[in-house]
C-alpha cells in the first residue's frame, strides 16, 4: 500500500513543479523577450517486494526546466532604441550573458544598457558608448549618430538545440563548454520582440494541471486513510 502513496506523491510533486512554471509563464506573459519554461519528467519502476528483479509500478521524478526559445510577436515601438532579432541569435551582454531582449536605453556616461543595467556589447567586444545625438540602428545592427556610423550590435548564435542557462527573465549564460559564433541576422529598429508565452494556453494549462494536482492528493488520502483502517484492524486482533 506504500507504494501507491509513494506513486501518487510523485505525481503531485510533478504537478507542483508545472504550477508554479506556469505561474512563472503566465506572470512574464508581457516581459519583452521572455521565453516560456515547462518540465521535463522521467519515469522509474519500483521492484515488488517480494522480487526486487521484477518492477512492478511506475513513478515519476521531477527532470530539467526546458526553455522554449521560439520567436515572440514584434511590438513597434518607434523607440530609437529598441530593436528585435530577425531570426536566431542573442544579443551579447557584459559578462557573456546573451538576450533577446532589445529594449536599450542610454545611461548618463553614453553607454547603451539593457533593462537590467548590463553594457551592450559590439562586434569589437567592447561596451557600446555613444556620443550624444540623435541615434539610429540599421538592419545590420550598426548604430549611427548623426549619420556617422560609431558601432555595431554584436550577434551571436549558438548550435540548436539551445543548452542555455536561465541568468534572469530574459538572459541567458551558456554553459563553459559551449562557444558562441557570429550570426547573420539582421534586426529590425524600432520595434521589440514580445514574450512567446501564449496566456490562454497557459491558463487552459494550470486549470488542467490544478485538476490532476487535486486528484493526486485525493489518491495519497484515500491510501492514508486505508493505512489508517488496516493499522487499527491488526491493533483490534
Avoid: H
Avoid at 533577446?100 to 559590439?122: A, S, T, W
Avoid at 491558463?203 to 489518491?219: L, N, S
Avoid at 495519497?220 to 493499522?231: E, G, N, P
Wanted: proline share 5%.
Amino acid at each position: 500500500m506504500y507504494k501507491g502513496i509513494y506513486i501518487a506523491a510523485s505525481g503531485a510533486i510533478l504537478k507542483d513543479a508545472e504550477l508554479s512554471l506556469t505561474a512563472r509563464n503566465i506572470a512574464n506573459a508581457s516581459t519583452p523577450g521572455y521565453k516560456k519554461e515547462r518540465t521535463s519528467f522521467s519515469s522509474f519502476l519500483l521492484p515488488s517486494a517480494e522480487n526486487i528483479s521484477n518492477p512492478e509500478r511506475v513513478m515519476v521524478e521531477k527532470g530539467r526546466v526546458v526553455t522554449d526559445f521560439s520567436a515572440g510577436d514584434f511590438i513597434k515601438t518607434g523607440n530609437p532604441l529598441d530593436v528585435a532579432i530577425e531570426g536566431d541569435g542573442f544579443f551579447v551582454l557584459e559578462g557573456e550573458k546573451y538576450t533577446r531582449r532589445g529594449d536599450f536605453r542610454l545611461d548618463e556616461e553614453g553607454y547603451l544598457l539593457n533593462i537590467d543595467g548590463l553594457k551592450v556589447m559590439g562586434v569589437d567586444d567592447a561596451p557600446i558608448q555613444l556620443p550624444q545625438g540623435r541615434v539610429e540602428i540599421g538592419p545590420g545592427g550598426n548604430i549611427l549618430v548623426n549619420n556617422t556610423t560609431v558601432g555595431r550590435l554584436r550577434i551571436v548564435d549558438f548550435p540548436q538545440p539551445y543548452n542555455l542557462i536561465q541568468a534572469g527573465e530574459a538572459t541567458y549564460l551558456a554553459p563553459t563548454d559551449l562557444k558562441p559564433v557570429e550570426s547573420s541576422s539582421q534586426v529590425s529598429p524600432g520595434v521589440i520582440e514580445g514574450s512567446n508565452v501564449n496566456i490562454i494556453k497557459e491558463m487552459v494549462g494550470m486549470i488542467k494541471t490544478t485538476r490532476e494536482f487535486e486528484t493526486y492528493q485525493k489518491m495519497i488520502q484515500a491510501f492514508d486513510s486505508a493505512t489508517s483502517k488496516a493499522l487499527n484492524e491488526i491493533g483490534r486482533i
